[in-house]
């Protein structure tokens, strides 16, 4: 139990458990109703803090190719900056607005937002655009998309010369693909400003039509002469010096936000289960505290479902009057409709719970938050280029995104943040987060820039430079992949293919790979199904059962094939539905069949999303799409020949030792391969909490490893 230094508590108030009564809506109030809330919506753009500064900014973006643009989360810079430039002029001549988001959530809700303030259908003027989903069209003006989705199609076109306007949103976080879309919008801006540019403008516009990678169609967009790109950074850290340093002394705007005072709470002890704390610190805020929406931040979906599970199961346990709590998780793979609920205020008399990844820390503001609930902990990549492995980890946060956390309860009054730690952590934080290309696998990104053309990764003008071993290990993984030449080049076509796959290298070249091994669909589905997070849900109180029912799908082989049982069983499922009972009927009983078999419906659905995207993506690329039918053994040696890197030995005491760096580790809990501990297994991933685990394991031979991938192993004897 943690315990609170929280002085005098407010008592429940038990006016807010009044039921709700209200007038039936005819056609006319509806009408009103909508009306009401385009009011609404009018009246809270024109209360921003930003919205006092709008002429100021359109005309600084006019006077300054590249500004900075700092600003307190909630401030609107995400919302309102797009359309200021869109009515100030700024796609007259047929360009459009750009602005990157790190996450998907993000550049999916707001354009979302956005659309409903311009009042037009999202998809037309206002649209975003994300790794396997497009919502846009040749109409669109404001454009929400991840900075990753961007440099895809800087492969397409190096000018990038559909946008007048760029803006990098959410600077601060530097992430991995920011950090390189900085250097790369560097160069892009200094090339398009250069008058002999204009010389090749013709080539400039054919290649503006771009090819949409996202769904394959040709979106053609005509810029009739290219204009010097305006570029805006976007954050919300309080430094923009080393911004405005990296870009030649760029201009650096503040814009004021508004923030009242938030109470900050810390636990007397440690907290040795955070999850529990967590859920102890939910209960304590409903049931003691006055009316206002609690935000938690959890690590990731599997932390959020499961408490999500927890708070469910509890609230069952209090008197009715008490049970009024809305709990809403919010992470990235989530359906975007379930995303958006977090928006909407809470029904007469009922509290918001909302549990959610980092992407609530910066990315969305959340209206309604009055407590905040923070672990103080955050799941990072993590990269050793010692042993050549990237991991993801859970980390304790900086002070920096502590005070952001925090933040997030005082946007509308005062509030409360409740740290799950003692204060003396606090103090111990590192003040800042490392940029992530410090602590990341290079080699997505190096096979990314040597698709743009740039070679010299070392020489690259980022930000902060990577660690030079870590581009060099990266380099070496993209080597043996088969990717690049001796002379660091693309290799044709095995490193040009890859670079054209949305995916991480060695999942590229496992689909690559795969029409060799006469599998292809296999792996797609194998593939997909790894894209998203857990696929299988076994709440707390079910488990034995779910054990069980999860068994029906395991394959002896490990985990792989068992995803594939999954994927192909609901498929089966569905489509004998259909036939049945129609395509509606179908997917509401596979919402069943799922919840049956405990199997996470979402993600199964997000799996199905991604397989279509990446199957259209391999057949423009002309790979023979075969199947091995229920033979799984070539499937198995794909795995081996594309992961090989991954390949582990059974040690005398059970655990594993991962052949390429001798790192040891166990299988995960989840894996089906837990108890039967085959000799050689290639895996996934490596997940590091308190121990080492290797997730998504699959039995192999390890002598095909010496077969398969002579360029790493040799037989001894
Ligand atoms: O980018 P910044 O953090 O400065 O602010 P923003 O994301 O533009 O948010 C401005 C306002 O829009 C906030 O008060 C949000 O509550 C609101 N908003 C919303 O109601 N619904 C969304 N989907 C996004 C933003
Ligand atoms: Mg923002």
């Given at each position: 139990?943690?315990?609170?230094?929280?002085?005098?508590?407010?008592?429940?108030?038990?006016?807010?458990?009044?039921?709700?009564?209200?007038?039936?809506?005819?056609?006319?109030?509806?009408?009103?109703?909508?009306?009401?809330?385009?009011?609404?919506?009018?009246?809270?753009?024109?209360?921003?803090?930003?919205?006092?500064?709008?002429?100021?900014?359109?005309?600084?973006?006019?006077?300054?190719?590249?500004?900075?643009?700092?600003?307190?989360?909630?401030?609107?810079?995400?919302?309102?900056?797009?359309?200021?430039?869109?009515?100030?002029?700024?796609?007259?001549?047929?360009?459009?607005?750009?602005?990157?988001?790190?996450?998907?959530?993000?550049?999916?809700?707001?354009?979302?937002?956005?659309a409903e303030e311009c009042n037009v259908e999202l998809g037309q003027k206002v649209g975003y655009s994300i790794r396997f989903e497009d919502m846009t069209s040749i109409s669109t003006r404001i454009k929400y998309m991840t900075d990753g989705l961007l440099l895809r199609e800087a492969l397409l076109d190096p000018y990038l010369s559909r946008y007048s306007v760029i803006v990098v949103d959410e600077a601060h976080e530097r992430t991995v693909q920011t950090d390189v879309l900085l250097g790369l919008l560097k160069d892009v801006q200094k090339k398009r400003s250069?008058?002999?540019?204009?010389?090749?403008?013709?080539?400039?516009?054919?290649?503006?039509?771009?090819?949409?990678?996202?769904?394959?169609?040709?979106?053609?967009?005509?810029?009739?002469?290219?204009?010097?790109?305006?570029?805006?950074?976007?954050?919300?850290?309080?430094?923009?010096?080393?911004?405005?340093?990296?870009?030649?002394?760029?201009?650096?705007?503040?814009?004021?936000?508004?923030?009242?005072?938030?109470?900050?709470?810390?636990?007397?002890?440690?907290?040795?289960?955070?999850?529990?704390?967590?859920?102890?610190?939910?209960?304590?805020?409903?049931?003691?505290?006055?009316?206002?929406?609690?935000?938690?931040?959890?690590?990731?979906?599997?932390?959020?479902?499961?408490?999500?599970?927890?708070?469910?199961?509890?609230?069952?346990?209090?008197?009715?009057?008490?049970?009024?709590l809305l709990i809403l998780p919010l992470f990235s793979s989530l359906p975007s409709e379930k995303q958006l609920k977090v928006f909407t205020p809470a029904p007469f008399g009922f509290r918001k719970v909302i549990l959610a990844t980092n992407i609530a820390e910066t990315s969305v503001t959340i209206p309604g938050i009055k407590y905040v609930i923070d672990p103080g902990l955050v799941k990072v990549r993590s990269y050793s280029p010692d042993s050549g492995i990237e991991s993801l980890i859970v980390v304790k946060t900086s002070k920096a995104q502590a005070l952001?956390?925090?933040?997030?309860?005082?946007?509308?009054?005062?509030?409360?943040?409740?740290?799950?730690?003692?204060?003396?952590?606090?103090?111990?934080?590192?003040?800042?987060?490392?940029?992530?290309?410090?602590?990341?696998?290079?080699?997505?990104?190096?096979?990314?820039?040597?698709?743009?053309?740039?070679?010299?990764?070392?020489?690259?003008?980022?930000?902060?430079?990577?660690?030079?071993?870590?581009?060099?290990?990266?380099?070496?993984?993209?080597?043996?992949?088969?990717?690049?030449?001796?002379?660091?080049?693309?290799?044709?076509?095995?490193?040009?293919?890859?670079?054209?796959?949305?995916?991480?290298?060695?999942?590229?070249?496992?689909?690559?790979?795969?029409?060799?091994?006469?599998?292809?669909?296999?792996?797609?589905?194998?593939?997909?199904?790894?894209?998203?997070?857990?696929?299988?849900?076994?709440?707390?109180?079910?488990?034995?059962?779910?054990?069980?029912?999860?068994?029906?799908?395991?394959?002896?082989?490990?985990?792989?094939?068992?995803?594939?049982?999954?994927?192909?069983?609901?498929?089966?499922?569905?489509?004998?539905?259909?036939?049945?009972?129609?395509?509606?009927?179908?997917?509401?009983?596979?919402?069943?069949?799922?919840?049956?078999?405990?199997?996470?419906?979402?993600?199964?659905?997000?799996?199905?999303?991604?397989?279509?995207?990446?199957?259209?993506?391999?057949?423009?690329?002309?790979?023979?799409?075969?199947?091995?039918?229920?033979?799984?053994?070539?499937?198995?040696?794909?795995?081996?020949?594309?992961?090989?890197?991954?390949?582990?030995?059974?040690?005398?005491?059970?655990?594993?030792?991962?052949?390429?760096?001798?790192?040891?580790?166990?299988?995960?809990?989840?894996?089906?391969?837990?108890?039967?501990?085959?000799?050689?297994?290639?895996?996934?991933?490596?997940?590091?909490?308190?121990?080492?685990?290797?997730?998504?394991?699959?039995?192999?031979?390890?002598?095909?490893?010496?077969?398969?991938?002579?360029?790493?192993?040799?037989?001894?004897?």
């Open positions: 139990m943690p315990s609170m230094a929280t002085g005098d508590r407010q008592k429940f108030n038990p006016n807010n458990n009044r039921p709700q009564f209200g007038p039936k809506l005819l056609n006319n109030d509806q009408k009103s109703d909508v009306f009401a809330r385009r009011q609404k919506i009018e009246q809270q753009r024109r209360s921003l803090p930003i919205a006092s500064v709008e002429k100021r900014l359109v005309e600084e973006v006019r006077k300054n190719d590249t500004l900075i643009i700092v600003g307190e989360t909630g401030s609107g810079k995400t919302t309102q900056l797009p359309q200021y430039l869109f009515n100030g002029g700024f796609c007259n001549n047929g360009g459009t607005i750009g602005i990157t988001q790190p996450r998907r959530v993000a550049a999916v809700t707001v354009a979302k937002r956005v250069q008058k002999t540019f204009h010389q090749s403008n013709n080539q400039a516009n054919n290649l503006a039509a771009v090819k949409n990678e996202n769904n394959g169609e040709m979106k053609p967009h005509l810029v009739k002469k290219l204009n010097p790109l305006k570029l805006i950074i976007m954050s919300a850290s309080l430094d923009a010096k080393g911004f405005s340093e990296y870009f030649n002394g760029a201009k650096a705007v503040h814009v004021q936000g508004r923030q009242f005072p938030v109470d900050i709470l810390y636990t007397a002890q440690p907290e040795t289960d955070c999850l529990d704390a967590a859920l102890v610190t939910i209960f304590q805020i409903h049931l003691e505290e006055g009316p206002g929406d609690i935000l938690v931040f959890l690590s990731g979906q599997e932390e959020i479902e499961s408490i999500e599970g927890l708070v469910r199961e509890n609230l069952k346990k209090l008197p009715e009057p008490n049970q009024k952001q956390r925090s933040g997030r309860a005082g946007r509308e009054g005062p509030g409360k943040c409740f740290r799950l730690y003692p204060e003396s952590r606090f103090e111990g934080l590192d003040d800042s987060t490392v940029p992530e290309i410090k602590r990341c696998n290079l080699s997505n990104v190096i096979l990314q820039l040597s698709a743009l053309g740039v070679d010299d990764i070392i020489g690259f003008d980022f930000m902060e430079k990577p660690d030079r071993m870590a581009v060099i290990r990266s380099l070496e993984l993209l080597y043996l992949l088969g990717a690049l030449t001796d002379e660091k080049k693309l290799s044709d076509p095995i490193g040009q293919q890859m670079a054209r796959l949305p995916l991480e290298p060695n999942d590229s070249k496992a689909l690559i790979l795969a029409t060799q091994f006469d599998c292809l669909q296999e792996m797609l589905i194998v593939v997909s199904m790894l894209s998203v997070e857990s696929i299988f849900y076994a709440p707390r109180d079910k488990l034995e059962e779910s054990r069980t029912v999860i068994k029906s799908f395991s394959s002896p082989d490990g985990d792989h094939i068992t995803l594939l049982n999954v994927y192909r069983a609901s498929l089966e499922f569905l489509e004998r539905n259909k036939e049945e009972n129609g395509k509606e009927k179908a997917e509401k009983n596979l919402r069943k069949w799922c919840k049956d078999n405990f199997i996470n419906n979402r993600s199964l659905k997000h799996a199905r999303d991604i397989y279509n995207q990446i199957r259209e993506n391999v057949e423009r690329m002309g790979l023979k799409i075969n199947s091995c039918g229920d033979d799984m053994l070539p499937l198995r040696r794909c795995l081996a020949a594309s992961y090989f890197l991954n390949a582990a030995l059974k040690q005398p005491d059970g655990t594993y030792r991962v052949l390429a760096n001798g790192q040891i580790a166990e299988i995960h809990p989840t894996s089906v391969l837990r108890r039967t501990k085959s000799e050689c297994i290639v895996f996934y991933n490596l997940v590091q909490t308190t121990r080492n685990y290797v997730r998504n394991v699959t039995r192999i031979d390890y002598l095909w490893l010496a077969e398969l991938a002579p360029q790493c192993y040799a037989l001894k004897d």
